[in-house]
């Protein structure tokens, strides 16, 4: 059901919009704890190992042990807004748009709009669409989970208001040349594998039941986004890094901080100090995270859509025996 299919002529882009947006915000509910982790470890310049000295974590069960010790339960959901925000509003434009894009290609043109290619071309440029007009709100969830104690911004509004102040407006975009860049593959692999494992399990395993295609979506979902994330993750480092320059002073307590003047100068300081491997800090809990919410936003977005057709059937059913 992800993607227009003249089949199945059931879901509209408004509702796609809604089944999006509900998926988003279900699914934010429960990675944002990883999503903390993984972006403690992605701004720290330190090697992530115990045998580093001044290394503030060392792994994912010892990040957890000590953000909850530090910082209380509640660290686990910092920037849990302006996250749900950005993951209603990006579910939202994201399933809008892919929905809308595949119904245009099977219109004006002779490819089949349930194509994995066709999905790969309209899962990234939807991605880049969704990303474009939730950067200002992924910038503030940044800078949300990775502020320690005392924190620098008591609330949202304040967040908005220092940085504008203080930064000027651009700063709500930093980070958008590696994010777009980075997101037209890794969302246009997610929708692509995401489509491709569908179809092969149909082959390999014929549904049987509601239940089953359930199950095979979330397991479909989970993989898609794994290999997805491994192949793009450098970029999203990258971008956490430029996301949280001019908030210096509020990483002092997690160890070293760097200044880079942009996405080149960037990628030359990770490579000359920390290594090829300083591209992959925070992977593990990344995959993690891929792979939990990937599986769970095509499954809840396929799940919600199903239930608005349903209604839909309903509605008319009811309406032609009346």
Known sequence: MVGYDPEAKCVSTVEAAAAGSASGFVTRV?????????????????QISSRTPGAKYHGI?????????EEGLAAFWKGHVPAQFLSVGYGAVQFMAFESLTKL????????????????ICGGLAACTATVAVQPVDTLRTRFAAQGEPKIYHNLRHAVVTMYQTEGPRTFYRGLTPTIIAIFPYAGLQFSFYNTLKQLSE??????????????N??????AGIISKTL??????????????????????????RMYRGLLDCLRQVMREEGLGGFFKGLSPSLLKAAVSTGFIFFSYELFCSLLCALKNTDSTERKES
């Open 105 to 120: 290609v099977h219109n004006v043109t002779s490819y089949n709009a349930r194509d994995s290619f066709v999905h790969f």
């Open 232 to 257: 793009t993750y450098p970029f999203d480092l990258i971008k956490k890094r430029l996301q949280v320059g001019g908030f210096e002073r509020a990483r002092i307590a997690f160890g070293q901080v």
């Open 30 to 46: 429960l990675v944002s704890p990883l999503d903390v982790i993984k972006i403690r470890f992605q701004l720290q310049i330190e």
């Open 61 to 69: 069960l010892q990040a957890v042990q000590r953000i909850f010790q």
């Open 218 to 223: 979330l397991v479909c979902g989970s993989c």
């Open 203 to 216: 082959w390999m395993i014929p549904a049987e039941g509601k239940e089953g295609g359930n199950v095979k």
